[in-house]
Nanobody, 117 residues
Framework: QVQLVESGGGVVQPGGSLRLSCAFS????????MSWYRQAPGKQRDLVAS???????DYADSVKGRFTISRDNGKKTVYLQMNSVRTEDTAVYYC???????????WGQGTQATVSS
């Protein structure tokens, strides 16, 4: 059984930085594609970034050049480094993955990131 636990959210000023972490519990972390999503109040949940098992990354246009997703297979953790944050980055950030064999989707509980002066 896979569990995802996010941490690292908080309040940051515009232009600042924040690093989110997602700890994976379960086996064979290196076989899972990992993603970060976010959901702002009243809006749908959108993909922010993803990282493949081989380390290939993909980003939403709105965060390209500012956010970096990475993974540490030894620590079974995926990170989202958020730089040059904007007020529109305010959202609950969720970690997501799916079982590579059966497609079952797992979500974390989310962590709130607020960008405000």
């Amino acid at each position: 059984q896979v569990q995802l636990v996010e941490s690292g959210g908080g309040v940051v000023q515009p232009g600042g930085s924040l690093r989110l972490s997602c700890a994976f519990s379960g086996s064979l972390f290196s076989m899972y594609v990992m993603s970060w999503y976010r959901q702002a109040p009243g809006k749908q949940r959108d993909l922010v970034a993803s990282i493949s098992t081989g380390g290939t990354t993909d980003y939403a246009d709105s965060v390209k050049g500012r956010f970096t997703i990475s993974r540490d297979n030894g620590k079974k953790t995926v990170y989202l480094q958020m730089n040059s944050v904007r007020t529109e980055d305010t959202a609950v950030y969720y970690c997501r993955t799916s079982n590579p064999l059966n497609g079952y989707v797992y979500w974390g509980q989310g962590t709130q990131a607020t960008v405000s002066s």
